[in-house]
């Protein structure tokens, strides 16, 4: 596992940074508004990774309880997740911080994820905990995920850089 963080780069940066590290053969995973796209250059990111000779998947927009079940998949998967120590750190620091912002009142009620510098990365740790399926030992590598449309063993309909 990698993690790479970043604002206001192209996309090829992170497209460069992909094939540099190894991952040019990986799945790109996006979050449903990877498909959203540009309305003056008519791209997407979606469209510019499949572009670029990446296997793409758009997780659809999994409405309300999609934030804690990307939580509560992640507290399942997380004792069978190994990180690479100096590859990972940032994303580590970020899974450590993310915590729920509470209201300025005397319910101090959760009002859901604090969307702050730790949010995107926890997020998109969400995603991938919830679109992950125990590999299929019995197929090829590629054949495993492909044509899997929203199907996840994860909590429920979908949560998740």
């Known amino acids: 596992m990698d993690y790479c963080e970043a604002q206001g780069q192209e996309i090829s940066v992170h497209i460069d940074w992909m094939r ?18 540009d309305k003056v250059f008519a791209t997407s990111y979606e469209s510019a990774i499949r572009e670029a000779g990446f296997d793409v998947l758009v997780i ?23 990180f ?13 911080w993310y915590h729920e912002k ?34 299929d030992s019995t197929l090829p590598q590629r054949q495993r995920y492909r044509d899997r449309g929203s199907r996840s063993s994860g909590g429920g309909s979908w949560q998740s850089a």
């Open 20 to 37: 540099r590290r190894g991952w040019g053969s990986a799945w790109v995973i996006l979050p449903h508004d990877g498909a959203h796209g």
């Open 60 to 82: 659809p927009n999994q409405g309300a309880g999609a934030a804690s079940a990307r939580i509560e998949t992640t507290r399942r998967l997380f004792p069978r997740i190994f």
């Open 84 to 96: 690479n120590e100096d590859t990972t750190e940032g994303g580590r620091d970020a899974l450590g």
């Open 102 to 135: 509470k209201s300025n009142d005397d319910r101090n009620v959760g009002l859901g994820p604090n969307h702050d510098w730790s949010s995107h990365a926890a997020d998109g740790f969400g995603l991938m905990c919830i679109h992950y399926d125990q590999p």
